[in-house]
């Protein structure tokens, strides 16, 4: 495997899908060679689950809520990531293995050695380079979803999952400093893209081939 891995996590409206275009805008500006995807989805497998998993209409329990997560993973990684990383790309995720240990784990209260055996096994333990992790106070972060429009099923839950999802979040990346790039959602988005930017700059840089042939200015 010689390509870069990236995740975006982060509780529901801490502004993921604005950083991530803006560090995909970047990669394309810099000629990087890049593949962007997410969770749950990706392929058409992983689309179908998608729409069960966010569907409001449903009640699911939380062991088959993160067993149709990770089977949505383990399409994810067999099909478009590691043929990605293979071929040299930065791979770009919205979400990854830390969204379930944070929401089924922390969230849901399922043990947290059997979400990491089966995410090993679902992935062939496959760990990001790099996570960004957007944290934001749940109370803004579901205002901010609310106004995006009608919301799905895990934002329908009550503030006290959603906190204890954002302290999971920050459990996890307390665990692994080396990993987690920790960055507060309420700075501006210029601020935060620019942070993003200056650690992804300085990965791609380790990059077999990407560092040469594509620098970044």
């Given at each position: ?6 995740t975006f ?24 060679a ?13 689309t ?23 089977a949505s993973?383990a ?12 071929r ?56 901010r ?21 954002r ?11 080396a ?24 990965r ?9 042939t594509?620098?970044?200015?």
């Amino acid at each position: 495997m010689t390509g870069l891995f990236l995740t975006f996590e982060g509780p529901e409206g801490a502004g993921k899908s604005t950083q991530l275009a803006r560090l995909v805008a970047r990669l394309e500006a810099e000629g990087i060679a890049h593949t962007v995807t997410r969770e749950p989805g990706g392929t058409p497998l992983g689309t179908r689950v998608r729409e069960v998993l966010l569907d409001p209409a449903l009640t699911i329990d939380p062991l088959p809520e993160f067993l149709l997560y990770s089977a949505s993973r383990a399409q994810l990684v067999a099909n478009v990531i590691r043929p990605a990383l293979d071929r040299g790309d930065v791979v770009v995720c919205d979400r990854y293995a830390d969204s379930s240990l944070a929401y089924q784990g922390a969230g849901r209260g399922l043990d947290a050695r059997l979400l990491g055996d089966i995410t090993r096994a679902a992935t062939g333990g496959l760990t990001p380079h790099l996570t960004v992790l957007l944290d934001l106070d749940p109370v803004l972060g579901l205002e901010r979803a609310a106004r995006r429009g009608q919301p799905d099923r895990l934002e329908r839950a009550d503030l006290a999952f959603h906190q204890r999802v954002r302290d999971g979040f920050l459990v996890l990346a307390e665990q692994e400093p080396a990993r987690f790039l920790l960055l507060d959602a309420v700075l501006a988005p210029e601020i935060l893209a620019d942070r993003i930017w200056h650690a992804v700059r300085a990965r791609v840089h380790t990059v077999p081939g990407q560092g040469r042939t594509n620098p970044i200015s």
